[in-house]
């Protein structure tokens, strides 16, 4: 059986913000089939992430295109691979069947061939909605789980910063910060946001970051007797506050720097006489560096989940034509929780 496969692509390198005219929907023929002893595997894919990282391997050049194989550059014309959900469509794979449902790296397209040694798993489809596997379940709910766990090794009573406290990794680690005993505090770019980081999220405070002029004023009033942990999503000024506010031994796990993604002029610049005699430790991290923690992570998370000690914020838009704007919505501050695009039902 053969199909006409979309998918999304970027016409040029993105060198600033992204908008919807950067990509472009086009389509080829695929057949749903694979070759005997490939052991590849078709994926009609469900649900796709949108994360913000994927604008620095869209430039013409960034530092961290060479570092890693999952930041390398995406050319124009490129499929677009991404975190997802989906359906065994075919298996040539003796671990796939057709109709299990999967967790992996797929693309921004409606059926993705997975090919061997690409990050692939079955996932439960009945006990939480599928989405859930994208997003909590996913390398957004790892990241924080293994950031915030792994990187900032949190102590009942602590006091914790989070930045883009409503995004689809700081408003889990602000849930996570709270089941540890932490007090909490996150900032967002709304009303809306702030509220539901207080009245939903169980966040002990949090503050809209456009209405505070001045950022280390504002952190010293939420933070009075400084801050030991600070999560960060934002980079750019918010990470310079933070650090001015931070107490001695504190731990920065740097996770986003999405206000520097699109603009080369704001840069980070903490005061290293800080960072020296305050003792601290900032420290960049890849949810891929911690895939040893996923077992106690999938656990965790899910007895959370189970128990409602925990709740999935997302944010869906349907159909793969709807990618280009949620991506470019992210810089826009647009999404509330984890930004998804739902592409069929089961």
């Not at 989405?131 to 914790?160: M, N, Q, R, W």
Request: a neutral charge; proline letters at 3%.
């Amino acid at each position: 059986m053969e199909v006409e496969n979309k998918h999304i692509i970027i016409k040029h390198a993105i060198d600033g913000l992204a908008t919807e005219s950067d990509f472009e929907l086009r389509s080829a023929p695929l057949v749903l089939s694979v070759a005997h002893g490939s052991r590849e595997v078709v994926v009609k894919n469900l649900f796709l992430s949108i994360d913000p990282y994927q604008l620095n391997r869209m430039k013409t050049c960034s530092s961290s295109q060479k570092t890693i194989a999952a930041a390398a550059r995406i050319q124009p014309g490129q499929r677009i691979d991404a975190f997802g959900v989906g359906k065994v469509v075919v298996s040539g794979n003796e671990e796939f069947e057709r109709d299990d449902v999967v967790a992996g790296l797929l693309a921004w397209e409606e059926y993705t061939v997975v090919r061997p040694g690409t990050t692939l798993t079955k996932v439960d489809p009945h006990e939480f909605p599928l989405s859930y596997h994208a997003s909590i379940l996913g390398t957004s709910g790892l990241t924080a789980y293994a950031g915030f766990y792994d990187i900032c090794k949190p102590k009942k009573g602590e006091k914790v910063f989070v930045s883009a406290a409503s995004g689809s990794v700081g408003n889990l680690v602000g849930q996570y910060a709270k089941l540890s005993g932490c007090y909490v505090v996150g900032c967002a770019g709304s009303k809306r946001k702030v509220d539901l980081l207080k009245e939903k999220l169980g966040f002990d405070d949090a503050f809209n970051y456009k209405e505070e002029p001045d950022l280390k004023s504002a952190l010293r009033r939420y933070f009075p007797e400084g801050i030991d942990i600070y999560f960060d999503n934002v980079g750019s000024t918010m990470l310079d506050a933070a650090v001015a506010n931070m107490n001695i031994f504190g731990r920065v796990a740097v996770c986003g720097a999405i206000s520097e993604y699109a603009d080369p002029g704001k840069r980070a610049a903490p005061d290293m006489i800080d960072v020296i005699y305050k003792r601290i430790t900032l420290r960049g991290f890849l949810a891929v560096d911690h895939l040893h923690l996923y077992a106690g992570f999938l656990s965790a998370t899910s007895d959370h989940l189970r128990h409602g000690r925990m709740r999935a914020v997302e944010d869906i838009s349907t159909g793969l034509e709807s990618v280009p704007s949620a991506f470019a919505g992210l810089f826009r501050g647009d999404n509330v929780g984890k930004k998804l695009v739902q592409l069929t039902s089961v």
